[in-house]
């Protein structure tokens, strides 16, 4: 199957900062990627889906200007933490569909701890 | 809308045995069925899929599902469990089989005895 990457896997840092992390298809080209949150012992809940070239569509509940993101390449999707808050601690994993395959594949998860 | 309920948060099998993960879903449409494993601090690998066709899915692990659409199932088996098959299974929904948004259970934790 094909590998997804999350950069960074773990991060800690201060309330108030923003914090990037990076979801990418390594070795296809992803048209339609999706990022979820996971609370400790939860399930994962969708936050958004972002098409190449369009604006995500967020889920209901989800603060848009939060949760910035951006799928600027076939390759290549951000999610931006704006002025993070302890609440805001959680395991982010993302996921990632093209037309090479008939699945979603997904990330190893970015950790991200705010202080 | 659609809906997952998996029935058990936590279920303890001794090695060996066999164990089922039962997972229900609701949906107004045809849907597609999933089931994932998450083993600690890492991301989804996909078990299993049911698309159409066979109501008896293979999928990886020795792992085997079965869609009952009477039912409104999509129970996970596996005839002889094995310590490294310890770990976090969700089963999934979705109405399109890739570009399409996935709905999660809440997840069943499957726990080892040795």
Given at each position: ?115 | ?114
């Amino acid at each position: 199957g094909a590998v997804v990457s999350q950069h960074p896997s773990r991060v800690i840092c201060k309330s108030g900062t923003s914090v990037k992390i990076e979801c990418r298809s390594l070795d296809f080209q992803a048209t339609t990627m999706f990022w979820y949150r996971q609370f400790p012992k939860q399930s994962l809940m969708l936050m958004a889906t972002s098409n190449e070239g369009s604006k995500a569509t967020y889920e209901q509940g989800v603060e848009k200007d939060k949760f910035l993101i951006n799928h600027a390449s076939l390759t290549l999707s951000t999610l931006t933490v704006t002025s993070a808050h302890p609440e805001d601690s959680s395991f982010y994993i993302c996921s990632a569909a093209g037309l090479r395959y008939n699945e979603q594949f997904f990330g190893p998860g970015t950790r991200l701890t705010v202080l | 809308a659609q809906s997952v309920t998996q029935l058990d948060s936590q279920v303890p099998v001794f090695e060996e045995a066999p164990v089922e993960l039962r997972c229900n879903y609701s949906s107004s449409v045809s849907v597609y069925l999933f089931w994932y494993v998450q083993y600690p601090n890492q991301g989804l690998q996909l078990l299993l899929k049911y698309l159409s066709g066979s109501t008896l899915v293979k999928g990886i692990n020795g792992f085997e599902a079965e869609f009952n659409k009477s039912q409104t199932s999509f129970h996970l088996r596996k005839p002889s469990v094995h310590i490294s098959d310890t770990a976090e299974y969700f089963c999934a929904v979705s109405e399109g089989n890739r570009d399409d948004k996935i709905i999660f259970g809440k997840g069943t934790r499957l726990h080892i005895l040795p």
